[in-house]
């Protein structure tokens, strides 16, 4: 059935519920792009000399969508908390490493750091694990937007899915 609409305010609710619709539907693209790029991260690597809190793991989330002056807006991205999260210094690392910061062996900020780094002599997707270990999957964050294309491209999409032509 057709969407009557018989003036301005019922045309921006139209435009609007429109507007999240798509907005959620690329927003879970995303989400599961990133989502699946850091657990193919953790599969491939297990680690020797210090015990997996998979925190990094659960911080990636997804923000409610919210009305801006423009439009609308959301975002995928690593939970500030774990970004600020120190992990304690354990004792099985040489306390001369680099990044031993006041009794905290790392910050969450440099784990994601290490994790979407890739060595900049390998053109593959190789980058290192904890800083210490060379793994095929580094940088999890850019490989996996590089996987999904322009967004723009993808909200294109939903928008014609939605039922808006796009020329």
């Given at each position: 059935?057709?969407?009557?609409?018989?003036?301005?305010?019922?045309?921006?609710?139209?435009f609007?519920?429109?507007?999240?619709?798509?907005?959620?539907?690329?927003?879970?693209?995303?989400?599961?792009?990133?989502d699946?790029?850091i657990?193919?991260?953790?599969i491939?690597?297990?680690p020797?000399i210090?015990?997996?809190?998979?925190?990094l793991?659960?911080s990636?989330?997804?923000?409610?969508?919210?009305?801006?002056?423009?439009g609308?807006?959301?975002?995928?991205?690593?939970?500030?908390?774990y970004?600020?999260?120190?992990?304690?210094y354990?004792g099985?690392f040489?306390?001369?490493?680099?990044h031993?910061?006041?009794?905290?062996?790392?910050?969450?900020?440099?784990?994601?750091?290490?994790?979407?780094f890739?060595f900049?002599?390998?053109?593959?997707?190789?980058?290192?694990?904890?800083?210490t270990?060379?793994?095929?999957?580094?940088?999890?964050w850019d490989?996996?937007?590089?996987?999904?294309?322009?967004?723009?491209?993808?909200?294109?999409?939903?928008l014609?899915?939605?039922?808006?032509?796009?020329?």
């Amino acid at each position: 059935m057709a969407t009557v609409i018989k003036n301005g305010k019922d045309l921006d609710k139209l435009f609007e519920k429109i507007a999240k619709k798509m907005l959620s539907d690329v927003q879970k693209k995303v989400y599961k792009a990133i989502d699946d790029s850091i657990k193919q991260y953790y599969i491939e690597f297990t680690p020797k000399i210090y015990e997996r809190t998979e925190r990094l793991l659960t911080s990636l989330v997804k923000t409610d969508i919210v009305k801006t002056k423009n439009g609308f807006a959301c975002e995928v991205k690593i939970d500030e908390d774990y970004l600020n999260y120190a992990y304690p210094y354990t004792g099985k690392f040489d306390p001369s490493y680099p990044h031993d910061y006041d009794g905290r062996f790392a910050m969450g900020m440099d784990v994601v750091n290490w994790a979407n780094f890739r060595f900049p002599d390998d053109d593959s997707d190789g980058g290192n694990h904890g800083y210490t270990a060379r793994v095929n999957s580094g940088g999890f964050w850019d490989r996996a937007l590089k996987e999904l294309g322009e967004i723009i491209d993808i909200l294109k999409e939903n928008l014609i899915k939605q039922g808006i032509k796009i020329t």
